[in-house]
């Protein structure tokens, strides 16, 4: 990083107001799912992993995402439970030891859809659910993948109170909020997105008409919390199975997703992106979270490959990243493009990646490797 850029980072420290509580800075902790809690319970590694990334300086935790209590929730094995005795005590250790720690954390609510195949998680027998029957983009070249089975009426009625129940119970564990995965076309986003969503009821249609089910999902948690304790939705425009999609492709559309949400009672919009740097429309340098705050008024938390050189897809493909500067973060932020950035892969490497930040050791940052993917650190 430049010595210029150097002098520069303070706006990354300055606190930020969250519900109760105040932030010490702008810097999150990307949610990540890292498949090391064998029964999906939080474990003693589970705990001390959280607990070194508020050591190390992260503003807010955001957890990897964690299952509500609903059927064909879990998508990967040993992924920690947000439901069940155990699962809830293993995420209120996780809590206690962040704020013994100083931080603060919020649980992500994830339900994984259609991109689920029968025998995963923890009830091996029960179906994947989506919107419509409709095999997923992603599975689409697998010879042995299934449809999942169209949910009722009756089923989105049970999967909104199970994510009501999820705020509940983050709130009586003692989280600082929480966050609605949306993205990534997982369930939530399965409902926006026109390929996975072909209903002709109320659930289906247009954009605004498809944002219905997480509208009610976004009200029920809502109704279960006070005002104060912040719900942050997670969105993307990217799907697995596209990585180059727009579900919005002006910014009249993303206006007409993103309102019903904000009105719903969204607090803050976590705007997924593979490159927080690139501009989102023609016409405008804003990035996607800089339209999102500019249409709803909301505040933004961007993401993508921050401090580092390539996005995650080339990790996934087997390619290294290596760390960069973040010059050009700090630009978009001094222009208060958005209020908070997530950081994913380069907190995996190191948990004290922050602190080194704000104390000008660049150069003491541990580089990131594919390995730290696979491992916590």
């Known amino acids: 990083m430049s010595e210029a850029t150097a002098t520069n980072v303070d706006v990354l420290f300055k606190p930020y107001p969250f519900g109760k509580v105040t932030l010490p800075n702008r810097i999150a902790m990307a949610p990540m799912t890292r498949t090391k809690c064998p029964g999906n319970v939080p474990n003693d590694e589970v705990v001390a992993y959280y607990r070194r990334r508020a ?28 439901y069940g005795d155990d699962a ?6 996780v809590v206690d030891a962040v704020h ?23 009830n091996p027998d029960e179906p994947s659910m989506g919107p419509s029957a409709v095999v997923h983009p992603s599975l689409a070249k697998k010879e042995d993948a299934q449809a999942p089975v169209a949910m009722t009426k009756e089923d989105i009625a049970a999967c ?17 909020g929480l966050e609605i995965h949306g993205a990534h076309s997982y369930l939530i986003d399965q409902f926006f997105w026109e390929v ?4 002709d009821d109320e659930y289906g249609g247009d954009l605004a008409a498809r ?30 199975g596209d990585y180059n999609h727009k579900m919005a492709k002006t910014p009249e ?22 490159r927080f ?6 016409g405008s340098n804003l990035n996607l979270a800089g339209w999102t705050k500019k249409i709803t008024g909301k505040p933004s938390m961007t993401v993508g490959s921050v401090g580092l050189d390539s996005d995650f897809l080339k990790s996934y493909a087997g390619k290294e990243a290596h760390t960069t500067d973040i010059s050009a973060l700090i630009d978009r932020m001094e222009a208060d493009e958005f209020e908070l950035v997530a950081v994913g892969r380069a907190l995996l490497s190191d948990p004290a990646w922050a602190n080194k930040v704000k104390e000008g050791r660049e150069e003491e940052i541990v580089e990131f490797a594919l390995e730290h993917m696979t491992v916590l650190t």
Request: glycine share 12%; charged share 20%.
């Open 55 to 82: 050591e190390g300086g992260v503003g807010l935790i955001i957890t990897e995402g964690t299952p509500p209590n609903f059927k064909g929730a879990h998508g990967y094995p040993d992924v920690p439970s947000f």
């Open 160 to 176: 909104v109170a199970a994510y009501g129940q999820s705020a509940k119970d983050a709130y009586e564990i003692g989280f600082d």
């Open 211 to 240: 944002t219905k089910f997480a509208v009610e999902i976004v009200e029920a948690m809502r109704a279960n919390v006070p005002d104060d304790f912040p719900i942050v939705f997670r969105f993307s425009q990217w799907k697995q």
């Open 253 to 274: 559309e993303l206006e007409k997703f993103l309102m019903p949400l904000s009105n719903a009672g969204v607090d803050i919009f976590h705007c997924s992106t593979r």
């Open 196 to 199: 996975t969503n072909q209903r």
């Open 100 to 122: 013994e720690a100083g931080g603060y954390i919020i649980p992500q609510i994830w339900h994984v859809g259609s991109i689920r195949q029968p025998g995963v998680g923890p």
């Open 88 to 93: 809830l005590a293993g995420w209120k250790k």
């Open 277 to 282: 740097n690139d501009p989102e429309f023609e």
